[in-house]
């Protein structure tokens, strides 16, 4: 629920920090917005001039009016993902799956210390999986299945201890599987259909960016 007017000043008065952390948060997913071409007009209700995004159709917030959900799975989307969503610190979710969003997977979201699920699968996603996706050490859901990246899998990705359920299966993707830290109990039916993708790889044996180039 946004703050009242009043309640707005007050925090201005007092000090500016928390104002603008908001309007922060409210000024990356207006960016977003502005990136994605929505024929449906789910993000009507996305109205940048309201004090914070907590009242906007598929945003979560805490009690603290920070945002902690965005969920626009399977809502016809189209565009692209825009490096301020990096901005959301204390965003948990990130729901995408099953739009047809282009371009790359920015950098940027190695930012979001606090997210537990990255879900971009079933999109038109290119590019690389951002090696900085390895800083998100709350991580336990990335699901990048069914786009078109390319490149190896983030050896950055074997620290994220948190991780539970990868799933990379039907992309271009290269090099060899890990093997170690929670990839040991990823099936490997999460990692099919990426024709130069090659088996589990061998620790010493072989390097991981083999067929790569």
Known sequence: MA???????????????????????????????????????????WDPTLVNPCTWFHITCNQDNRVTRVDLGNSNLSGHLVPELGRLQHLQYL????NNIQGTIPTELGNLKSLVSLDLYNNNISG???????????????????????????????????????DVSNNDLCGTIPTSGPFEHIPLNNFEKNPRLEGPELLGLASYDTNCS
Do not use: H
């Open 3 to 45: 703050a009242p007017i009043w309640a707005w000043a007050f925090c201005l008065a007092i000090t500016s920090l928390p104002c603008v952390l908001g309007n922060s948060e409210g000024d990356a997913l207006y960016t977003l917005r502005r990136s994605l071409t929505d024929p449906d007009n789910v993000l009507q209700s």
């Open 95 to 98: 729901e995408l799956y099953k």
């Open 128 to 166: 690389t999986i951002p090696p900085s996706l390895g800083k998100l050490k709350s991580l336990v859901f990335l699901r990048l299945n069914d786009n078109r990246l390319t490149g190896p899998i983030p050896r950055e990705l074997v620290g994220v201890s948190s991780l539970k359920v990868v």
